[in-house]
């Protein structure tokens, strides 16, 4: 019966919401520290606004040498070097000039909106020992970088630690630490240096993609290497108007529209500080149409939609220039590098089967 004046007590919170709360209430209490503060350096942003990039140490640094003695002579004659030469700066990486591509996209939204948190938080992600972090940091602070978040993890992998950090990319040199990451549902790619020197703008972010089994899922990619090419055009065209399901770093392309449109808010679509570009082997008028039209169901925008029709990437990416490149096919990413293009490999998709094969 209703009506009998008790009231049933409310319902418990779960260990989720708990979670939350506890989380909410540190951060709170980190927010009033820094606030307490007098600096010029802005306070990095709230995890869950931010666009968190995950960045290794050998992608950031070049570390080629480093690694050698850590493959030939171990660990411990590895940390006695780094920390000999813990005054040596460190020379740039394949993933310095994006990260600081990154930041100046910080400096143009703290312009524009001082208050606002919604901008990239850069983190060093590395399994080095904490032994090793005095050179890391003399060579972040040297190039004026402002990575402010550290993960070191002595040896072990940091690959648990990416989704608490709320790791929205994550870029190493070591490929299976990558593919580990791809398998928890992290969008990640494995860096690798040019073979030439190029100069990047410094106001302009520009990021360019491959199509299939990096914006998008590999289920086309899949025909073509199993059917065909001719099967391939056929079943795009069929499925013209079907919206082809997300890939690895439709969440990337999809965070960087964020960041653009706040710009465009501002009457600054000109003078944006970010560019994409869709770089795909598809030809425009036989396969072209159902990506296009797989973006505007997203309510997404690429600036640059480049169809290649099997032809080289290599030639119109150094045209392009972008700070990065992804891709999910080795040949791509090897021609890339020897035109002078910073390429990051997604090793995801019907694509890694056949690499391992030939």
């Known amino acids: ?38 600096t010029q350096r802005p306070r990095p942003p709230k995890p869950q606004n931010a666009i968190t990039v995950a960045v290794s140490s050998r992608a950031l640094f070049n570390l080629v040498e480093e690694q050698r003695i ?6 411990e004659k590895y940390v006695e070097y ?36 919604e901008r990239f938080d850069i983190v060093l992600m590395t399994n ?16 004026g970088l402002t990575i402010e978040r550290f993960c070191m993890t002595g040896g072990e992998s940091p690959i648990g630690y990416l989704t608490a950090y709320l790791t929205n990319l994550y870029l190493s040199a070591d490929s299976d630490k990558v ?11 494995t860096m690798f240096t040019a073979n030439k020197d190029v100069v990047y703008s410094d106001t302009q972010l520009r990021v360019a993609f491959d199509g299939d089994a990096v914006i998008f899922s590999d289920e086309s990619e899949q025909i073509f290497k199993e059917q065909g090419l001719d099967r391939f055009f056929e079943h795009e065209q069929l499925n013209e108007n079907k919206p082809l399901a997300q890939g690895p770093l439709k969440g990337f392309l999809e965070d960087l529209g964020k960041l653009q449109k706040k710009f465009y808010a501002k009457n600054e679509r000109l003078n944006c500080p970010i560019r994409t570009y869709l770089v795909t082997a598809r030809s425009a008028a036989s396969s072209g149409a159902r990506v296009l ?18 032809a080289p990437k290599g030639p119109i990416l150094a045209k392009i220039r972008p700070h990065i490149f992804f891709d999910d096919q080795m040949f791509h990413i090897e021609g890339a ?17 056949y690499q391992k094969s030939t």
């Open 293 to 310: 039209k797989t973006l505007r169901s997203w309510g997404l925008e690429i600036d640059e939609a480049l169809f290649l029709a099997g």
């Open 70 to 75: 850590y493959e030939e002579q171990g660990v």
């Open 179 to 189: 593919q580990e990451a791809i398998k928890a549902g992290i969008a990640s790619a």
């Open 82 to 117: 780094q920390q000999k030469n813990e005054n040596d700066i460190l020379k740039p990486g394949p993933a310095f000039y994006f990260v600081k591509a990154l930041e100046h996209v910080n400096v143009r939204l703290l312009e524009l909106y001082p208050d606002d948190e």
């Open 1 to 38: 019966m209703s009506g009998s004046g008790s009231q049933e007590p409310p319902p418990s919170r779960t260990a989720e919401e708990d979670r939350q709360l506890e989380a909410e209430q540190d951060w709170a209490a980190a927010k009033a520290f820094y606030d307490s503060l007098v």
């Open 337 to 353: 590098q020897k035109l002078g293009t910073i390429a990051a490999h997604v090793p995801y998709g019907i694509a890694q089967k």
């Open 128 to 143: 080095n020992h904490a032994q090793v972090g005095v050179r890391l940091i003399n060579s972040i602070n040297h190039y």
